[in-house]
Every structure is written in C-alpha cells, then in structure tokens.
C-alpha cells in the first residue's frame, strides 16, 4: 500500500491540483489530508488561487480515497461541503504493523505528543516545515505544506511505501527521507 500525506492545502486551487497530481503521479493508494484543507486562517496571507469552493469540488472527486483529520482553521461550515469526513482531531491507521496517529499538529505534535509504543509514527502538519526523524523511539513526521511553506522550505507533500517516508518537492524531487 502507498499513502500520499498532504497538509495545509488552506483553500488553494492551484496547490489542490498539484497535490492531486502528485496522488496520480505517485500512483498511491490513498490521500491522507492532515488539516486545513479550505480556509486560509486569519495569520496566513491568501494563498495562490484562493477558492475554497472549486478546493471542496475537487478533494470530493476523491473522497473514496481520502482520510482526514480536523486543522484548526477547519470548521464544520466546511464539513458541509465536503463528501468525507474532516472533524476528528486524530485518527489512527495500521501500516506494516505500526500505529500512525495522523494529526492535524495544532493539539498533538513534537512538543504534545500522544500516547505512542515505540516504533509507531506520529504525522502531523500545521507547521508549514517538514520533518522526519526519531525521538524517544518515535517517528516524528512533518511533510510541510504543499501551499504555504514556512523557513524558506520548499512545498511538499509526503508518500509512504513498505517501511520508507518521503518528503518530496512537486517535481518530485526527494527533499527528506526517513526508514523506519
């Protein structure tokens, strides 16, 4: 199975397309969104193409192959006009014999983290920079955002395939990796 991670898309068209794109190119098995998929939060400048509306149309063509959790720029005026769930603060999925607690970031992250075995994998977004590295027996993954990175990082998404995360640019260049 080949997971795509995306997060912090804030309701950008433009960086919708790329992300689903990038699902096509990668030929993975399924989206994981982790947060703030339509709106763009009052700390944010607008990003590229702003309309949450054709955002919505697009991630529903989708909605059979996506899991999500809840940003906290996510509410439930836009859990109205999406086909898949968003509103969970977590969820859990079993990969390879291993937990991944996929957050949005803003309850749960490096700093908060959840009640995890070692070896599992936390994944969350909100902070616009990717990572990938072990703490405390931890896997701790960021994939960034794919359209309003932070500290000069480049946009990004993630894939996960066997036991390898990937954080990869849009032209599909590796930009971190991490084997668990």
């Known amino acids: 199975m080949k997971l795509l991670f995306v997060s912090d898309i804030h309701g950008s068209f433009y960086?919708?397309?790329?992300?689903?794109?990038?699902f096509h190119r990668e030929n993975a098995d399924h989206i994981v969104l982790l947060g703030d998929e339509?709106?763009?939060g009052p700390r944010n400048p607008l990003p590229k193409d702003y309309n949450p509306k054709e955002t919505a149309e697009l991630l529903n063509k989708f909605a059979h192959?996506?899991?999500a959790v809840r940003g906290n720029c996510d509410s439930e005026v836009d859990q109205m006009v999406l086909d898949f769930p968003i509103m969970a603060d977590?969820?859990?999925v079993l990969f390879s014999g291993r937990r991944l607690f996929l957050t949005h970031g803003h309850i749960f992250n490096?700093?908060?983290?959840?009640?995890?075995?070692?070896?599992?994998v936390l994944i969350y977004g909100h902070t616009h920079v990717p990572v990938a590295e072990k703490k405390d027996g931890i896997f701790v993954i960021n994939p960034g955002s794919v359209t309003l990175p932070k500290?000069?990082?480049p946009n990004t998404y993630g894939v996960l395939e066997d036991d390898?995360?990937?954080i990869k640019e849009f032209d599909g260049n590796l930009f971190k990796e991490i084997n668990f």
């Open 151 to 153: 500290e000069n990082n």
């Open 90 to 92: 977590y969820s859990t």
């Open 15 to 22: 960086y919708a397309n790329k992300a689903m794109e990038a």
């Open 65 to 67: 192959k996506i899991i």
């Open 38 to 40: 339509l709106y763009h």
């Open 164 to 166: 390898v995360f990937k």
């Open 110 to 120: 490096m700093d908060n983290m959840p009640k995890l075995s070692k070896g599992d």
